[in-house]
C-alpha cells in the first residue's frame, strides 16, 4: 500500500524534474553504506544513495537518481538507460566526469575553486546544470 | 602468535621494499624476533637491500613446494640475530605459489616469531594476492603524488575485500619545501582522500639511496632523518603513542599535522 504522502513533513527533493514526491517513492533504492574506492563500482537498475565518499576511479551507475551524501570525486552516472530525469546530488560535487541520460559532462579544465557546498546535478532545456542544492520551494 | 604484517602500495616504486628492511630492522633492533618474507618472486629486491644476496641457497619457493623446510630456507641477518629473511626465487615466477600456500607458510612461521613483514610486490594480480593472503595487518605505502596515492586507494579497497580492514598508511619520500610552496600533495590532502590511519611520513632523504646501495637499514643511521621517522613508525607498530616528527621549522605546518593526528 502506497505511504499517505498528504500529511507529515516530508522533504521536497528536487530533481526527477520537478515531480511529486510520490515519483521518488515507486523505485527501487540502495544505502551504500561505505566509500567507494578506486577500481570500485556499484551499478544498479533504480536510485543510490551512498553514505561516504566516491574516489577518483571509483563509478556509480544507476538507472535514477544518485545521492552521495560526501565527497563525489568519480565517475557518476544518474539516468542509465535514457532517463533525462534524474539528477545527481552531491555534498561535495567535484566529479571526475558526470553523465546523466545520454549526457556527457566534465570539469572544466584548470583549477576548480567554486564553492564546496551541496549541489545538484540535472538537465534543464537539454543541457547539465549544476546548482547549489537547496531543499524546499527552490526549482 | 606473532603478527603477521603486509607491506603494500599498488604502484611500483614507492619504497615498499625499503620500508619493509627499515620496519624489520627497527622491530629487530628493539629486541623482537622478525622475519622478513620477500613475495616478489621473480624480481626479488629484499635480499640486496639488507646486504644478503650472496648467502641465499634455498628460497620461498623450495620451501613451498616441500624441497626444504623454512629454518633452512631462512637467513640470518649479519647485524642482527633475531632478524631474519626468508628469500624469493628469482628464476620462477608469481605462479610458483598459490595463496594456500603463503598461508600455510605464514601459519607455520609466526608461531615462532614476534613479527612476520611479508614485502609484497606491485600490482594487483596473483602476486600480491599471494602476499596478503597470510598477513592479518596491512601496511599501505605511498608518495606524495597523484598516481601513487590513486594505487593506494584501489589497494585499500582491495585489502578490504580479503578482510585486512583499517590498514595503515606510510607516506614515504615527503618533501616539505615543495608542499609549503603548493606544488606537492600535503598530508592532508592524501589522508583526504585515503581516509585511513597514518602510521608515519617518510622524508625524501639522500642517505636512504646511499644505506640502501650498500645493503645497510637507513633506520641504523641515527644521524639521518629519514631513520628517526622508520624508528619512529616501529615504535607506533608496537604501540606506542609517538608524535609526528617536527620536521619543519616554522610551527603552522606542524600545527597543522598535530591536528591530523588528534582526529584519531
Known amino acids: 500500500m502506497a505511504p499517505d504522502l498528504t500529511s507529515g513533513n516530508l522533504v521536497q527533493f528536487p530533481g526527477k524534474g520537478g515531480g511529486e514526491p510520490e515519483e521518488m517513492m515507486d523505485e527501487n533504492t540502495v544505502l551504500v553504506q561505505r566509500t567507494l574506492r578506486s577500481g570500485q563500482s556499484i551499478y544498479f537498475d533504480g536510485n543510490v544513495v551512498i553514505v561516504g565518499d566516491v574516489n577518483p576511479g571509483g563509478e556509480v551507475v544507476a538507472t535514477g537518481n544518485v545521492v552521495v551524501m560526501g565527497y563525489l570525486r568519480g565517475v557518476v552516472h544518474a539516468g542509465a538507460g535514457g532517463n533525462e530525469k534524474a539528477a545527481v546530488y552531491a555534498f561535495r560535487m567535484r566529479p571526475t566526469q558526470l553523465r546523466i541520460a545520454n549526457h556527457i559532462t566534465r570539469a572544466p579544465d584548470g583549477d576548480d575553486n567554486g564553492p564546496i557546498v551541496p549541489e545538484i546535478a540535472r538537465i534543464k532545456d537539454g543541457t547539465v546544470v549544476i546548482e547549489t542544492f537547496s531543499s524546499g520551494s527552490e526549482r | ?264
Open chain 2, 1 to 264: 602468535m606473532g603478527e603477521v604484517i603486509v607491506i603494500t602500495s599498488g604502484k611500483g616504486g614507492v619504497g615498499k621494499t625499503t620500508t619493509s628492511a627499515n620496519l624489520g630492522a627497527g622491530l629487530a633492533s628493539l629486541g623482537d624476533k622478525v622475519c622478513l618474507i620477500d613475495a616478489d618472486i621473480g624480481l626479488r629486491n629484499l635480499d640486496v637491500v639488507m646486504g644478503l644476496e650472496n648467502r641465499i641457497v634455498y628460497d620461498l619457493v623450495d620451501v613451498t613446494s616441500g624441497n626444504c623446510s623454512f629454518r633452512k630456507a631462512m637467513i640470518k641477518d649479519k647485524r642482527f640475530e633475531n632478524l631474519f629473511l626468508m628469500p624469493a626465487a628469482q628464476t620462477k615466477d608469481k605462479t610458483a605459489v598459490s595463496p594456500e600456500q603463503m598461508r600455510a607458510l605464514t601459519e607455520e612461521i609466526k608461531s615462532e616469531f614476534d613479527y612476520v613483514i611479508i614485502d609484497c610486490p606491485a600490482g594487483i594480480e596473483q602476486g600480491f594476492r599471494n602476499a596478503i593472503s597470510g598477513a592479518n595487518q596491512a601496511i599501505v605505502v605511498t608518495t606524495p603524488e597523484v598516481s601513487a596515492v590513486r594505487d593506494a586507494d584501489r589497494i585499500i579497497g582491495l585489502l578490504e575485500k580479503e578482510d585486512l580492514r583499517e590498514p595503515k598508511l606510510v607516506i614515504n619520500r615527503m618533501r616539505y619545501q615543495m608542499v609549503k610552496h603548493g606544488d606537492m600533495m600535503s598530508i592532508d590532502d592524501i589522508i583526504d582522500i585515503l581516509a585511513v590511519d597514518l602510521l608515519g611520513v617518510v622524508p625524501d632523504d639522500e642517505q636512504v639511496v646511499i644505506s640502501t646501495n650498500r645493503g645497510e637499514m637507513v633506520v641504523m643511521n641515527d644521524s639521518s632523518r629519514s631513520g628517526q621517522a622508520y624508528r619512529n613508525i616501529v615504535r607506533r607498530i608496537k604501540g606506542e603513542d609517538i608524535p609526528m616528527m617536527n620536521l619543519e621549522e616554522e610551527g603552522g605546518f606542524f600545527r597543522k599535522l598535530r591536528q591530523i593526528i588528534g582526529l584519531k
